[in-house]
């Protein structure tokens, strides 16, 4: 069956402007996560839902990032006034009900800020 | 605080040759552990994952991992490598919520394996 979709696979956008990224979890999965990896290191924790709501958003660095996953399926992660250190690859993954279920992760969206 | 520390950045053996990625992890109690393999382009694939019982636990791809609590390690293992093997491998412990595990991973910072053939 269908994974983990993300889109963009690529984004190169410059310094100070807004982007989306959209993530399309494993149909039936309540619960989404969404992930920041830089280059050379492991995948960083930045917000976890569970169903419409966001149960931990710890890992977000600033108010410049926000998530939403309006309808509990799709998810957008959004970052305003975008800097040169949020290139990354962004991940996002989704598991059938959180807890002790997998996590099955997308393929990434990797973001390049000029 | 958790952590999870992967002291090989960097390993390479020869085809046919046995395994082992070292993982050592910080947390207050019995943690929730994973390994996950990442090819080039694509995203991560959970190789197996220990939560409880028996500390020997075999995943995928002919990959195991042995939890020792004493030392703090979840290393993973294969007797024999096969040049497919070569990525870049991640260990990881979940954070939990009461008993369960909430999904939200602390990853290492990963080993990249390359295969001589």
């Known amino acids: 069956g269908a994974g983990v979709s993300q889109t963009p696979s690529n984004k190169v956008t410059e310094k100070g402007k807004y982007v989306e990224l959209r993530c399309d979890p494993i149909s039936g999965h309540t619960a989404l996560y969404w992930y920041r990896q830089s280059l050379g290191q492991g995948p960083e924790f930045l917000i976890y839902?569970?169903?419409?709501?966001?149960?931990?958003d710890s890992g977000l660095p600033n108010d410049r990032f926000f998530a939403v996953r309006p309808e509990g399926s799709v998810s957008t992660l959004k970052i305003q006034r975008t800097e040169r250190g949020d290139s990354a690859v962004y991940l996002c993954a989704s598991s059938l009900i959180g807890g002790n279920s997998p996590l099955h992760f997308g393929n990434g969206t990797r973001l390049t800020v000029t | 605080a958790q952590s999870v520390t992967q002291p090989d950045i960097h390993i390479t053996v020869s085809e046919g040759a046995s395994l082992e990625l070292r993982c050592n992890y910080s947390y207050g109690a019995t943690p929730y552990l994973f390994w996950y393999v990442q090819s080039p382009g694509q995203g991560l694939q959970l190789l197996l994952k220990?939560?409880?019982?028996?500390?020997l636990v075999q995943g995928i791809k002919g990959f195991e991992a042995e939890f020792k609590r004493s030392q703090s390690s979840f290393n993973l293992r294969k007797p024999s490598v096969h040049w497919s093997d070569a990525a870049e491998y991640f260990c990881a412990v979940g954070a939990k919520m009461g008993s369960s595990n909430t999904g939200k991973l602390i990853f290492g910072q990963g080993t990249t394996l390359q295969v001589k053939p």
């Open positions: 839902f569970q169903g419409t709501g966001a149960a931990d």
């Open positions: 220990y939560f409880s019982g028996d500390t």
